[in-house]
């Protein structure tokens, strides 16, 4: 079966604001990640891609444009079931302003039980992303064969869920994943199991350094802004 690279969007202007943009419409990439998306075809130079699947979403169709841009002849798809978790009467709000939120404690601890108000819960969120990867699969080694390598660009919560289900981790430990702006994770499937290859690879530990504010235990709902 197809290996298939999960690229998260470039850093966005809700990032760099510390908002959980959700489905929020106009959120665009900042300048970090504008200059992420554009070395992202540098990056993946030697991969012989398949296809292209994206989120709807603004912030990752810009992410992909360079790619489709440095490669007219590869086929590009969007695909809703990839979209960003539906965060309900969350959306658009300050994460700062979250963390008090009784349900922020079960969505750091017991995710697999957590329902946004008026949105979706984790749960429904994983799984329709891990059948849009099903369907994707079996589509791209139809069209292209076993060996072939395809690309979905997405958001934090939906990559860090899809590992989770490849590496059989029950929902409750995705939030021990994490996967930076523009970063790229790679998963091989077989016929009879995933196989992690790479994950969250940006190329770039500047993440890693130490930073002066105190680092937070909590996971970042939405994924994070990444390196300053």
Same mark, same amino acid.
């Given at each position: 079966m197809p290996t298939l690279l999960l690229v998260r969007h470039g850093r966005s202007t809700a990032?760099?604001?510390?908002l959980l943009a959700g489905w929020t419409p106009g959120v665009a990439l900042d300048e970090r990640g504008a200059a992420q998306a554009a070395a992202l075809p540098g990056r993946l &130079?030697?991969?012989?891609?398949?296809?292209v699947v994206a989120s709807p979403l603004q912030r990752c169709q810009e992410t992909i444009r360079p790619l489709l841009d440095a490669r007219p002849g590869l086929t590009a798809h969007t695909d809703d079931r990839i979209g960003e978790c539906h965060y309900g009467d969350w959306t658009g709000?300050? *994460? &700062?302003? *979250?963390?008090?939120?009784? *349900?922020m404690e079960v969505v750091q601890a017991h995710p697999s039980a957590a329902a946004f108000?008026?949105?979706e819960s984790l749960r429904a969120m994983q799984t329709r992303a891990a059948e849009a990867v099903r369907e994707w699969n079996a589509r791209v080694e139809r069209d292209h064969g076993a060996d072939a390598v395809y690309l979905m660009c997405s958001h934090g919560d939906i990559i860090k869920s899809l590992v989770a289900e490849a590496l059989g981790l029950h929902l409750d430990l995705f939030q021990r994943i994490s996967v930076d702006p523009c970063s790229v994770t790679a998963i091989r499937y077989t016929r009879l199991r995933p196989y992690l290859v790479r994950l969250g690879d940006t190329g770039d530990f500047?993440?890693? &350094?130490?930073r002066d504010e105190t680092p937070s235990d909590d996971a970042p709902v939405g994924g994070g802004a990444g390196a300053p």
């Open positions: 990032n760099t604001e510390g &130079a030697a991969l012989p891609l398949s296809e709000r300050k *994460l &700062a302003e *979250l963390k008090d939120e009784p *349900l108000p008026g949105g500047e993440a890693l &350094a130490p």
